[in-house]
């Protein structure tokens, strides 16, 4: 169940009736708490005039932090909201915090003009494939695809599909079923050790790449898997009472594929967008595990960074030298003692 979870749904005139009132629905009963937050208070009507809905909350008054969710219907609407600073900031700033964006059919107009989609993959609407297309995503025609932190379908049709995905992405994530099945400890053990053979990975990569891109985008990518690293172990033996995290590097993904003169630059982005894909739904399902408030936010920070490690091997960029500077866990967050319940 989804007791505690607040989910928004952005609205506005002409909002596709079915793909707005059957993710609401579906969410609420699984006892989540969903508003309907339009551009003003003002009621809007549906695309085809079979009924019209009044927001309860308007865009201007809410804040990104107070949701863990976010959806964004098609129809009409998103041509409406996509124009509206107001709810572009939002949307952006949401997208920031790694949590679950729902869109369906035209819904994702808005992140278009959010400037969000670049190396994303997603599928919409046949219609605005070629707009995603321009953006830099990649387009898939299939009922459902979760890349990250994004959830998006095509259709009405895929309704189903659809409301279920963003249900597991709220309720448990999209681990796969032994590890979210792990206790706290063991748990920590995996996640330690998949930092740790990253950061030797990406310190092999980077010693073996031609291009000056490339050597400084894992250099970067290694110093802050060595932080990671860092907050993991200190929190490993806090809750262990001061015992070391026994390190496997070669159970992990990344961990099996030895870095050697003849690595190709393709395979070695291959490797590390599966090893951040991993991290990443691994550091959400403990965000929804954890009973300790700073610990949820502390696994969601680790979430959003892998996210963005993702998407930076997704674009190719090089990093600039400060990227990591945001880091600032390791320095300021102090875990409470007797953390029995972190989930």
């Known amino acids: ?31 989540a708490t969903v508003d309907l937050v339009g551009l ?19 865009i201007s008054e809410v804040k990104p932090e107070d949701y863990d969710g976010l959806i964004i219907p098609g129809g009409g609407a998103p041509e409406r909201i996509r124009v509206n600073e107001t709810a572009l900031e939002f949307v952006k700033t949401f997208w920031q915090s790694g949590r679950p964006v729902a869109a369906i059919c035209h819904g994702p107009q ?39 932190q ?22 448990t994530g999209f681990l796969e079923k032994e590890e979210a099945e792990l206790d706290v400890l063991k748990a920590l053990e995996l996640a330690i050790s998949r930092e740790k053979g990253a950061q030797e990975f990406y310190l092999g990569v980077s010693s073996q790449m031609g291009s000056d891109k490339l050597k400084n985008k894992f250099s970067y990518l290694a110093t802050v898997e060595v932080e990671h690293f860092e907050q993991l172990s200190e929190l490993f033996k806090q809750l262990s009472g001061g015992k070391e995290p026994v ?16 690595i190709s630059a393709d395979d070695a982005i291959a490797l590390a967008i599966n090893a951040e894909q991993k991290a990443y739904d691994f550091y959400r399902n403990a965000a ?4 300790n408030s700073k610990v949820k936010e502390m696994f969601e920070f680790l979430a959003t960074e892998e996210l963005e490690h993702k998407r930076l091997l997704l674009l190719d960029k090089a990093v600039s030298s400060g990227g990591h500077g945001h880091f600032q866990w390791a320095t300021h967050f102090d875990i409470p003692p007797g953390m029995d319940d972190l989930w």
């Open 288 to 291: 929804l595990k954890s009973k």
């Open 110 to 148: 808005v992140l278009i003009s959010a400037g969000v989609l670049k190396g994303v993959t997603l599928t919409c609407y046949v219609g605005i494939r070629d707009d995603v297309l321009n953006v830099g995503a990649k387009y898939v025609d299939q009922p459902v695809c979760v890349d990250g």
């Open 150 to 171: 994004l959830i998006t379908s095509r259709t009405p049709d895929d309704l189903s599909a659809f409301n279920e995905a963003i249900f597991k992405a709220l309720h």
């Open 40 to 58: 003003d208070s003002s009621e809007v009507t549906g695309k085809y005039g079979e009924f019209s809905l009044k927001p309860d909350k308007v």
């Open 247 to 262: 390190i496997n590097i070669n159970n992990t993904e990344i961990g099996k594929h030895k870095v050697d003169a003849g």
């Open 1 to 31: 169940m989804l007791t505690n979870k607040k989910i928004a749904i952005l609205i506005a005139q002409k909002f596709h009736e079915e793909e707005t009132t059957s993710p609401r629905d579906c969410l609420r009963e699984k006892n």
